[in-house]
């Protein structure tokens, strides 16, 4: 289900925050959580053991990533982008400043100057999570994941040697706790 509000209801207000989330795309494992208000986004990545631009064969097959790609592998990619998207790993948690910083380049979690911040919206996010049952609290098991896995795998599925790579990726991670 769907948390929302009639935009055009008689009496709507504006919410003073925006809560987002994401998890499993297809066969790419993730959890991450997000708060964002009209100034601040807080961003909470609970698998931050892993790279941004996870392998995923739906996402992969897109001329963008592929573009970003290729200028990775040629070694001309812009060193803020290479920084950010194809780092092995991602910070646990990511504070940015809207105003200030529209396109989220500066991640402001770790600076001394803005920890009363990180701590309120590290408290909007969790009670959040807290006041809606959130799920995504609780990893999805390796037969979960497998029994998804054969869906795709199966009979007429698109089950290229890329997506086969990507799964294998994916549990061996799992394994190793990334």
């Known amino acids: ?5 009639d935009l ?35 961003i909470r990545n609970y698998m931050h053991q892993r790279p941004h631009l996870q392998p995923c064969r739906y996402k992969d097959e897109k001329q963008i990533v592929q573009r970003l790609r ?10 803020l982008a290479e920084k950010l998207l194809f780092a092995d790993s991602r910070p646990p948690e990511e504070l ?6 529209p396109h989220e380049l500066t991640n402001l979690a770790e600076l001394p100057a803005f920890r ?13 999570e807290t006041n809606t049952r959130d799920l995504g609290r609780v990893p999805e098991s390796n ?11 199966g009979e007429g599925a698109k089950a290229n040697s890329e997506l086969l790579r990507n799964i294998e990726r994916n549990q061996r991670w799992a394994a190793d706790g990334k």
């Open 1 to 5: 289900w769907m948390q929302g509000r």
């Open 8 to 42: 055009f209801a008689t009496d709507y207000s504006p919410r003073e925050a925006v809560f987002a989330a994401r998890d499993r795309c297809d066969e790419t494992m993730d959890h991450i959580r997000s708060v964002r208000t009209s100034r601040w986004k807080y």
């Open 70 to 79: 290729e200028l990775h592998a040629a070694g001309t990619l812009d060193a």
């Open 96 to 101: 940015y400043d809207l105003q200030s910083d």
């Open 116 to 128: 009363e911040q990180l701590l309120a919206m590290r408290k909007r996010l969790a009670d959040w």
């Open 143 to 153: 037969e979960r994941y497998d029994a998804e896995m054969k869906v795709y795998l």
